[in-house]
Each structure stands twice: as structure tokens, then as C-alpha cells.
């Protein structure tokens, strides 16, 4: 400890009695900053109440996790396997919007992903949140260089989930109807 003080400029000083205890005077040189504000999570509560979810996830604990956030928020939940099953769902029904994982068997999401983007109609507009645990830079450019909105780190930290909802509420409710009535032009509810 004392070399850490040192090397901050400072200094350690013990004073101890024997019976009464030790007291330990540590002093380090530090530079002035500007006081910064806090980063404070604020709760934003859209009424997401009959959107359409689709879950594309292979782990089933997962699908489970997901499918809680997203009802628990008032979202209809769908889920499917793998990016083929996703790409038949997606052309058969409208989704507000998609949760892909990554790492799939037979089609994977970055795939899937770009499979959607070149849909022909306005499916190919649906809000979609990559979802994966892969901590490397290039999974994360490769699924939103296919067309992610967003990427959803693994395993879901449900304010991140609350805060990219709120980020994309416009894209997130194209296609409820409720969008004149329900969130401004900046995605608040009203």
C-alpha cells in the first residue's frame, strides 16, 4: 500500500497503542475534475400491451428468460428455434418486434437477419434486437452490419432491454396503429 501512496504523491502513517488500536493516515496528491452528473437509470414505461414478440432462440432456458421480460412488459410472445423457422414466421405473420439470437443450428441470426431486410414487404422494416453472449466486436458489427437495430448483450440485462425499447419506440410501434395516439415523435407515452 504504501508504494501506491508513494507513487500517488503521498504518503502512509501509522500510529498504533497497544490495547487501544492502529490509526493510519493516508494522503495522495489528486487532481481537481469538474463534477459530472450521475447516471441515473430512469424508469420508462411505454404501454406495450398487445405488440407482437417474436423469440428466435435455440436454448430453451433463454426462450423462457425472454419470454418473461417480454410479457411481464405486456407483449405478446412468439419463439421459433432457428433463423429458418424466424424467416417463415415472419413472412406468415407481423411481429412489432424480433429478438435473434446469434449462434443457431441450421440458419444462424446474422443470416436470418439479412434474410428479413430483403423481405419484400414491410416486414422487412421490423424493429430487430440482435441477442448474443459473444463478447467480440465482430459478431456485434456482423449482425448489425445484416440490419440489427440494436444488440442485446447475453445474459439480458432487463434495463438495457427497457432502455432500447424506449431508444426505438417509433420503429416499435409502426405497424400497432397506436403511434399518433399512444408516443410522440420521440417516444413517449402520452
Do not use: W
Not at 414487404?121 to 424493429?127: A, I, N, R, S, V
Amino acid at each position: 500500500m504504501k508504494e501506491i501512496a508513494l507513487v500517488m504523491g503521498g504518503d502512509i502513517k501509522l500510529t498504533s497503542q497497544e490495547g487501544i488500536g492502529s490509526e493510519f493516515e493516508v494522503t495522495v496528491r489528486l487532481a481537481s475534475c469538474e463534477p459530472k452528473p450521475l447516471d441515473v437509470h430512469i424508469e420508462r414505461n411505454l404501454d406495450y400491451r398487445g405488440l407482437k414478440a417474436l423469440i428466435v432462440e435455440d436454448n430453451r432456458t433463454n426462450t423462457i428468460i425472454i419470454e418473461t421480460f417480454m410479457k411481464r412488459k405486456g407483449f405478446i410472445t412468439y419463439s421459433v428455434v432457428n433463423g429458418e423457422e424466424a424467416l417463415k414466421a415472419v413472412a406468415t405473420q407481423s411481429y412489432d418486434l424480433i429478438l435473434m439470437d446469434n449462434h443457431m443450428p441450421v440458419m444462424d441470426g446474422v443470416e436470418a437477419i439479412a434474410g428479413i431486410r430483403n423481405m419484400p414487404g414491410k416486414e422487412k422494416d421490423t424493429l430487430i434486437f440482435g441477442c448474443t453472449a459473444d463478447v467480440f466486436k465482430e459478431t456485434r458489427e456482423r449482425m448489425m452490419g445484416a440490419g440489427a437495430d440494436f444488440i442485446v448483450g447475453k445474459p439480458i440485462d432487463e434495463r438495457i432491454l427497457d432502455d432500447a425499447l424506449y431508444q426505438f419506440a417509433n420503429k416499435l410501434f409502426q405497424f400497432s396503429g397506436r403511434k399518433g395516439s399512444n408516443v410522440t415523435s420521440l417516444g413517449v407515452s402520452k
